[in-house]
């Protein structure tokens, strides 16, 4: 049962990153308030996080690289979290109100705590050398 269990985490995290990465590319715009206004190029930055959450979620479907895409979502995730903290406290919320930005840093919390046991499940996994 427990195997059962991490591997629809493992498959659902890797269709969540799948569909969101997927996002950068459909609807570009819809990303460039999370993009801190200090950072240049925020399209590239759009682009290229998209093309990672897709490159890790594919990757986590795969024996051999679901470690290395465990590990990748992990970071992203960590690297995302203090734009969703920010944006709760912000004036203006990114997009929707606070309560919304709230909803989206508790769904935060929730993929870095599945992409840990995910990665935790898979750490016997092959890595590559």
């Given at each position: 049962m427990?195997?059962?269990i991490?591997?629809?985490?493992?498959?659902t995290?890797?269709?969540?990153?799948?569909?969101?990465?997927v996002?950068?590319?459909?609807?570009?715009?819809?990303?460039?308030a999370?993009?801190?206004?200090?950072?240049?190029?925020?399209?590239?930055?759009?682009?290229?996080?998209?093309?990672?959450?897709i490159?890790?979620g594919?990757?986590?479907?795969?024996k051999?690289?679901?470690?290395?895409?465990?590990?990748?979502i992990?970071?992203?995730m960590l690297?995302?979290l203090p734009i969703?903290?920010?944006?709760v406290f912000s004036?203006?919320?990114a997009?929707?109100?606070?309560?919304?930005?709230?909803?989206?840093l508790?769904?935060?919390?929730?993929?870095?705590?599945?992409a840990?046991?995910?990665?935790?499940?898979?750490?016997?996994?092959?890595k590559?050398?």
């Amino acid at each position: 049962m427990k195997e059962k269990i991490e591997l629809i985490l493992k498959i659902t995290l890797a269709i969540l990153l799948i569909f969101g990465g997927v996002q950068h590319f459909i609807e570009p715009d819809n990303y460039i308030a999370f993009v801190p206004s200090f950072l240049p190029f925020t399209s590239v930055i759009i682009y290229v996080s998209g093309l990672l959450e897709i490159l890790f979620g594919i990757a986590l479907f795969f024996k051999k690289y679901a470690n290395i895409g465990a590990w990748g979502i992990l970071i992203l995730m960590l690297l995302f979290l203090p734009i969703h903290i920010w944006d709760v406290f912000s004036d203006t919320p990114a997009i929707g109100s606070h309560k919304a930005a709230l909803i989206r840093l508790s769904i935060q919390f929730l993929l870095i705590f599945i992409a840990l046991k995910v990665k935790n499940n898979t750490k016997n996994s092959p890595k590559l050398n």
